[in-house]
C-alpha cells in the first residue's frame, strides 16, 4: 500500500464544483493526497492546439490538435494516478472521460466512478471497471480516507 502522498486524478465533468468539494472534503481530513486534473478552462483546452501549433481552417483540425495536446497531459497524469475519479454529469456527453476510465483501466488503475443514480443503466459497463461507484463527492473522501487510513 501506498505510504506516502496519494496521487488521485479527477477526470470527466467540468460544468459543477464537484472536484472543489473533493478538494474541500480532503483538506478537512488531513488526507495525505494530491489532487490531479485536465485542463478545466474549457476555453483554453479547445484551443491550445491551434494556439500552439498554429491556426487551422476547419473546426476538425483545430479539434484534433487540441485533443492530442490534451492527451499527452492526461495520459502522463493518468499514469502517475494511484485511484481515478471519473465524475459522468448528466447534462453533457463525456466522451473524454469514458477515455480516461477506460485507459486508466488499461493501465490497472483503481477507478472509481462519480454519478448521478439516474445514470445507473447508461453507466453499467464503466461501472463494471470501478471498484467503486460513488453518488456523492462526500461519498468520493470517504472512500478514500478508508482506502488511505481505514477510516470510516
Not at 12 to 29: L, S
Not at 112 to 126: F, G, N, S
Not at 132 to 144: C, D, H, I, N, W
Request: hydrophobic residues 45%; aromatic residues 8%; proline residues 3%.
Amino acid at each position: 500500500m501506498n505510504t506516502g502522498r496519494w496521487q488521485v486524478y479527477l477526470s470527466g465533468e467540468i460544468h459543477t464544483d464537484w472536484r472543489d468539494r473533493i478538494r474541500a472534503g480532503v483538506e478537512a481530513a488531513g488526507l495525505p493526497v494530491d489532487l490531479l486534473a485536465p485542463n478545466t478552462d474549457h476555453d483554453s483546452s479547445d484551443r491550445c492546439g491551434v494556439a500552439i501549433l498554429g491556426e487551422e481552417q476547419t473546426p476538425f483540425w483545430q479539434d484534433h490538435k487540441g485533443a492530442k495536446l490534451n492527451a499527452i497531459r492526461t495520459r502522463a497524469l493518468l499514469a502517475q494516478a494511484d485511484v481515478v475519479v471519473v465524475r459522468f454529469g448528466d447534462k453533457y456527453k463525456q466522451w473524454n472521460a469514458a477515455f480516461d476510465a477506460g485507459y486508466a483501466a488499461a493501465l490497472g488503475k483503481s477507478i472509481i466512478t462519480l454519478r448521478d443514480p439516474a445514470l445507473t443503466h447508461a453507466m453499467k459497463e464503466v461501472d463494471a471497471a470501478a471498484l467503486a461507484v460513488a453518488e456523492t463527492p462526500q461519498q468520493v473522501v470517504k472512500l478514500l480516507a478508508y482506502t488511505i487510513d481505514g477510516t470510516l
